[in-house]
């Protein structure tokens, strides 16, 4: 019986789970950054996840693959932002318009919630694998 893959499947989805809330987290930091490093303002960025198929580890490993999930990439939202009249802002245009971010911070705290309770499921699916493992190791010490 080999338990680690269910270790590990979990530990990707922990790893995938953490990188969604680091960009969350991104995006509310610079809900309001009307520069960014390219002239223009933040833009939304967001996570994208693939499913994978990985080899599983120990004695049946020729023949079992397990299904585990990763980041595939992160991609900008390219959304414009809303314009607001700030006429004394210093980035806003001739007419005193000001290009904002695209971030919704309603939507970013729908984000947070969303991962941050995955992360949490996750988690606990992976102390009882981490569990199910230390006392399958204990059988014969009793």
């Not at 080999?2 to 995006?27: C, F, H, W, Y």
């Not at 932002?81 to 007419?95: T, V």
Request: no cysteine; proline share 4%; aromatic share 4%.
């Amino acid at each position: 019986m080999d338990l680690i893959p269910g270790v590990q499947m979990t530990a990707s989805a922990l790893d995938a789970e953490k990188t969604r809330i680091e960009v969350t987290a991104q995006n509310i930091t610079n809900a309001f950054t009307t520069r960014d490093a390219d002239g223009q303002p933040y833009q939304r960025k967001e996570v994208a996840f693939e499913a994978f198929l990985d080899k599983a580890q120990g004695a049946n490993a020729a023949h079992s693959l397990m299904q585990s999930v990763r980041v595939s990439g992160i991609v900008s939202d390219k959304e414009p932002g809303e314009r607001i009249y700030k006429p004394h802002h210093p980035h806003a245009d001739d007419e005193g318009m000001v290009l904002m971010p695209n971030v919704k911070m309603s939507e970013e705290m729908v984000n947070l919630i969303t991962a941050s309770h995955a992360y949490t499921a996750n988690l606990t699916a992976f102390q009882t694998s981490k569990e199910l493992v230390n006392k399958t190791l204990s059988i014969g010490k009793a």
